[in-house]
């Protein structure tokens, strides 16, 4: 079958590669049908993420139709049409119990590596290094989904795969980000990012009825479809955010802020170059400056929620900040499997249409193009599906 | 207040048993004495001990003495400077190491100093001032120092611990399941090469004694016969290797209940002396061989087929290369 791997800094090869089989009785093996690039496959493409190896399939946002079942799959059937959550997830251990599906103990066989960079092991994700368990991932025309019962939702024919493909992770990623800053209603809530997560982040405080959002970006198209959701937006290359948000606030600030950039931030000045830096020769590997801006702007006692990804050591982290004016921050994988049955729902009533994100639509062939347009932000390019 | 009050002396009692459920497990399962000596260095402690106070002596002559080492080790007197700047790196690393004998990071230090060393002694063999065989005798002193210096920084990195000549391991999982079906689970024997990726097969005997075969270093398989000592239902497993085994060794297994009825907190103990002594320790993981880590990566499989009914494997998935498991990184297949 056809799949997309990585192999090395900038370079995606679509190979043939034989095609998965079933390997635990709690497995099954999906027949993709629509398969996303996440801005955070972007940090693999960049080579931000250690423990990559070539060869290894990309791709943790897809869904398709189950075409085999392991003995041990109660719930789903052959034929039936289902998205796939990014953690991989057991749905039976201390965490999975508590719906804290990302942080499942039991799903990632590299725990090992993970423990010795955070203490701790997060869940196994599809097509995401070997520290989060090495599985191959979902940019490919078959996929092995371990604890099938667990990690797919059924979806009915009705709705299209673009108005239900990001159920797997960016809808449930900017939805939990946004549900973590409490909203309360009359709040200002501000978002850092208007990439796709940004944009889900967006709508749905909204829906937790934020009584105003502020959009940061610096890419026109992503500040209009911002605008497009409702959001107000600074463009951070010609205004300065601090100064904005606090005019737009009366010198208050956000009562919650959003970091749905991460580890590759960008601004003007020389701040960014310190950074940028210290990640190239190694001395922090994160490049925090979304998240200061944030913890900066944040109003007292209000949160900071951070979906962005983060994978190692930040420097000048302004803790001082954090601690003078009893912030909260949140932050986490997604534990998108609690999100399945309330998004979709939200889907069927209309309240969104998450397809509204997609500008791009190629075949999967055309993969490695796709990744180098979504990483340089060519041509609009906020959000690319690919079909097999 | 009140009720806090009240609570506490129950609490305490609570608490009490638990202590002396623990003292007694550690009394009777003889084969496993708690080391209980905080105190006492381990093997790899008083190593890095040794190295530490070589180091200070080497380095004040360094500093001290530059022309006599210059002397001594065949290079021109003229790198008197340089001699005493290797001295005072000498003397940090080793105060490092004196400062804490655990640390494993001040070793590193030492191992990068004698790398530096040697670049820098042979540096020296291209000048025409340096005395050759001398010059030799001081590379080969360092490429000396340096395994021992490797060996001890890596065994410090993982944790292990020899006392006595026997390694000595400890790991604990919390398991969210009762201690009888835990207990139950382990206590077949059989069971065991499940979960245990190093061991390829337990024969039973009789009760009591059974016959392990493993997989030694390289390649290798190693067989021995073990013994219960002692067997708590639903709490406590420990076994020996019998005498005249091929490998010294001795385990236990606790199954204690987890507070706020979050499951069982499984504690491995285990102890063995390594085939080949403390060289044979310090070598074997260069093998893919990590006793700590081997030990909390078995934990964690009996975890997954407690809680999930199986052990989740990546091995025999497609990737665009020839293995479908990558070899570096799948700590399952690195066995």
């Known amino acids: 079958m056809r799949a997309n791997c990585w192999y090395g800094k900038q370079d995606m090869r679509v190979m043939d590669v034989p095609e998965p089989k079933l390997l635990n009785k709690q497995d099954a093996i999906v027949k993709v049908t629509s398969t996303a690039i996440c801005g955070s496959d972007l940090h693999l493409y960049n080579g931000f993420v250690p423990t990559m190896e070539q060869g290894d399939i990309m791709g943790h946002e897809f869904m398709g139709e189950i075409v085999e079942t392991g003995s041990e799959v109660k719930d789903r059937r052959v034929g039936d049409r289902v998205v796939v959550a990014f953690p991989i997830s057991c749905g039976q251990c201390f965490f999975c119990k508590k719906e804290l599906y990302s942080l499942c103990e039991n799903s990632n066989p590299n725990a090992w590596m993970a423990e010795k960079l955070f203490g701790h092991s997060p869940a196994g994700i599809y097509g995401y290094s070997h520290l989060t368990g090495g599985f191959a991932g979902g940019q490919a025309e078959y996929v092995r989904v371990p604890f099938a019962d667990v990690g797919t939702v059924k979806v009915e024919n009705g709705l299209s795969d673009e108005q239900v493909l990001f159920l797997s992770d960016i809808f449930p990623t900017g939805y939990m980000a946004a549900e973590q800053c409490n909203i309360q209603p009359g709040d200002t809530v501000a978002v850092w990012g208007c990439g796709p997560v940004g944009q889900f982040a967006i709508r749905s405080a909204f829906m937790l009825g934020a009584e105003r959002v502020v959009a940061i970006d610096r890419f026109p198209e992503r500040l209009r479809m911002a605008r497009d959701g409702g959001a107000d937006t600074i463009d951070y290359e010609k205004t300065d955010v601090y100064d904005t948000l606090m005019q737009l606030t009366g010198g208050r600030g956000p009562d919650s802020c959003m970091d749905a950039v991460g580890l590759e931030a960008h601004m003007p000045g020389p701040l960014y170059y310190y950074d940028r830096v210290k990640q190239a020769v190694m001395s922090e590997s994160d490049r925090p400056i979304a998240l200061r801006q944030a913890i900066m702007a944040c109003r007292t006692g209000g949160t900071v929620s951070v979906p962005g990804v983060y994978g190692g050591l930040i420097d000048k982290m302004p803790m001082g900040a954090v601690m003078n004016k009893a912030l909260t921050i949140k932050t986490g994988q997604t534990h998108t499997q609690r999100y399945f049955q309330p998004l979709l729902k939200r889907i069927v009533d209309g309240q969104i249409d998450p397809a509204f994100v997609v500008t791009h639509r190629m075949k999967l062939k055309e993969a490695p193009e796709g990744f180098a347009l979504f990483n340089q932000k060519e041509d609009g390019c906020i959000k690319i599906v690919m079909t097999p | ?335």
């Open chain 2, 1 to 335: 207040m009140t009720s806090e009050q009240s609570e506490q002396p129950r609490r305490d009692q609570r608490r009490t048993q638990q202590q002396e459920k623990r003292g007694m497990s550690t009394q009777s399962a003889q084969h496993v004495p708690e080391t209980n000596a905080r105190g006492r260095l381990t093997q790899e402690q008083r190593l890095a001990n040794s190295l530490g106070w070589f180091g200070i002596g080497l380095g004040l002559a360094e500093v001290l003495a530059p022309r006599r080492v210059a002397a001594m080790v065949g290079v021109s007197q003229e790198h008197r400077t340089l001699i005493r700047m290797m001295g005072l790196r000498e003397l940090a690393s080793s105060a490092g190491i004196l400062n804490d004998r655990s640390s494993a990071g001040a070793v590193w230090s030492r191992v990068a100093g004698d790398v530096l060393d040697l670049v820098l002694l042979g540096a020296a063999f291209t000048s025409g001032r340096s005395n050759r065989t001398r010059l030799a005798a001081a590379t080969a002193s360092v490429a000396g120092a340096m395994v021992m210096d490797v060996i001890t920084a890596q065994q410090l990195s993982r944790g292990i611990e020899t006392r006595g000549g026997m390694i000595r391991i400890s790991a604990a999982l919390i398991i969210d399941r009762a201690q009888e079906p835990l207990y139950r689970h382990w206590r077949e024997l059989s069971n065991l090469p499940q979960f245990m990726k190093h061991v390829m097969r337990i024969e039973m005997s009789d009760d009591r004694r059974s016959h392990w075969v493993a997989k030694g270093p390289v390649g290798s398989t190693i067989e021995w016969d073990a013994e219960l000592t002692e067997d708590r239902p639903n709490e406590l497993i420990a076994w020996h290797s019998v005498d005249g085994s091929e490998l010294d060794h001795a385990g236990s297994v606790r199954f204690e209940q987890a507070p706020g009825g979050r499951g069982t907190i499984v504690a491995v103990e285990m102890q063995y002396r390594p085939p080949l002594g403390t060289v044979g320790a310090a070598v074997a993981p260069w093998f893919g061989e990590d006793p700590n880590q081997t030990v909390k990566m078995d934990l964690r499989r009996f975890k997954q087929i407690m809680e999930t009914g199986e052990v989740i494997t990546t091995q025999g998935q497609p990737a665009g290369r020839e293995e479908s498991t990558s070899w570096k990184y799948d700590h399952a297949v690195r066995q």
